[in-house]
């Protein structure tokens, strides 16, 4: 029986700006060059003539001033047509919208050119985590199945199993010391973490952080310990007087042992808490017994992998590997009270294959079809 812990589980170009100069003011008008005014070279040849009073007098101021008047406007079209500043006038200024300052210094040389843009840089981003695999994904895929055979670690059955609850709790002891030296292995090349159970022998009903009831082996994941009925073995110790009936005691208590530590090595490698989450999330009762079946089975796959991987030293011989065969044909949940842990149809089928093949390959209960988990 295996009860589980609840789950809860640009760079920018900046835009160059026109180069406004002052306007390119036109040299100050030059008038014309002044005329040269005087007399001619005097008159050779002969006496003057008798002097004329002349009235050339005259002529002369009026020339003058028509001249000066002439100059002036002429000037004045000249500086009209030409827009003349003087400098007493005010210099001419150049409005436009102000854009975004230049990095440059405006007082630069208008005629440095502009630093050359510079590549964009990539931008370092962190990868997304990667995908965790689905509850299904763990039961089916998980790497614990691909690490093959297992090998002997010369585990021997004690010889005394339960005429007293001292005399269980060392038979179970001893026993979880041959499956502590058995999993690593396995456990560390599917990639995970191995860690030996607890281990508690109870004298009666046991309680624990997965719940209390009546006097039954069990795991508990919350606390990664196997609680072993030992007040029931020996009981059934003092009631079988026959030698076959006591081997048989010793069968069932090794199995039950190595039955709960299968539960062990599921919670280890992920498979048990994912299938707590699909037996929640069954849509029926029946869809959810299913899985606690496929659950329990493979956790009687798994001990029937280390009871033949030690074949030789436990020894599996003689009434010993009789009695294992009456149980792996007569135990179902036919006897219990619920479908829960597959029928006496069904059992046999993955404690044989397991047993001969002492593969994890051969425990994949997951992938079978409904008809191997009934």
Same mark, same amino acid.
């Given at each position: 029986m295996s009860n589980q812990q609840p789950y809860g589980g640009a760079q920018y170009q900046h835009p160059q700006y026109p180069q406004y100069q002052q306007s390119q003011y036109p040299p100050r008008f030059q008038g014309p060059p002044q005329q040269q005014f005087g007399w001619g070279p005097p008159q050779f040849g002969g006496p003057p003539p008798p002097k004329k009073k002349s009235k050339a007098w005259i002529?002369?101021?009026?020339?003058? /001033?028509?001249?000066?008047?002439?100059g002036l406007w002429t000037v004045g079209v000249v500086n009209k047509a030409n827009r003349h500043d003087d400098y007493?006038?005010?210099? =001419?200024?150049?409005?436009?919208? =102000?854009? !975004?300052?230049?990095?440059?210094d405006p007082s630069s040389d208008p005629t440095t050119a502009p630093p050359k843009p510079t590549a964009p840089q990539p931008t370092r981003t962190t990868p997304p985590p990667p995908r965790r695999p689905t509850d299904y994904e763990v039961v089916s895929r998980d790497a614990f199945y691909r690490t093959g055979v297992q090998t002997?670690?010369?585990?021997r059955m004690p010889s005394a199993s339960a005429p007293n609850i001292g005399t269980a709790s060392n038979f179970n002891r001893a026993l979880?010391?041959?499956?502590?030296?058995?999993? =690593?292995?396995?456990?560390?090349?599917?990639?995970? #973490?191995?860690? !030996? =159970?607890?281990? #508690?022998?109870?004298? /009666?009903?046991?309680?624990?952080?997965? /719940?209390?009831?009546?006097?039954?082996?069990?795991?508990?994941?919350?606390?990664?310990?196997?609680?072993?009925?030992?007040?029931?073995?020996?009981?059934?110790? +003092?009631?079988?007087?026959?030698?076959?009936?006591?081997?048989?005691?010793?069968?069932? *208590? +090794?199995?039950t042992m190595a039955h709960e530590y299968g539960h062990h090595?599921?919670?280890?490698?992920?498979?048990?808490?994912?299938?707590?989450? *699909?037996?929640?999330? +069954? !849509?029926?009762?029946? /869809?959810?017994?299913?899985?606690?079946?496929?659950?329990?089975l493979q956790a009687t796959c798994l001990a029937a992998v280390f009871e033949g991987a030690n074949r030789n030293t436990l020894p599996m011989t003689g009434q010993y590997k009789q009695q294992w065969i009456w149980l792996s044909n007569n135990s179902g949940d036919e006897y219990d009270t619920e479908r829960s842990h597959g029928s006496k149809y069904v059992q046999p089928y993955w404690m044989n294959r397991a047993f001969n093949s002492r593969?994890?390959?051969?425990?994949?209960?997951?992938? +079978?079809? !409904?008809?191997k988990v009934r």
């Open positions: 002529l002369i101021p009026l020339g003058l /001033g028509l001249l000066v008047i002439i007493a006038d005010p210099q =001419p200024t150049w409005t436009y919208t =102000p854009e !975004p300052q230049p990095t440059e002997s670690v010369g585990c979880k010391a041959c499956l502590d030296r058995a999993w =690593p292995r396995q456990v560390r090349t599917g990639r995970d #973490v191995f860690r !030996p =159970p607890n281990l #508690v022998t109870m004298n /009666g009903s046991g309680t624990s952080p997965c /719940g209390g009831g009546p006097a039954r082996s069990f795991y508990c994941g919350s606390n990664q310990t196997i609680y072993i009925d030992g007040l029931s073995d020996v009981r059934s110790y +003092a009631k079988y007087r026959q030698s076959y009936n006591r081997v048989y005691l010793k069968v069932t *208590m +090794a199995d090595l599921q919670k280890l490698t992920g498979i048990l808490d994912a299938n707590h989450d *699909m037996r929640y999330e +069954a !849509p029926t009762r029946a /869809g959810e017994l299913e899985m606690t079946r496929r659950l329990e593969n994890v390959a051969s425990c994949n209960t997951f992938t +079978a079809t !409904p008809d």
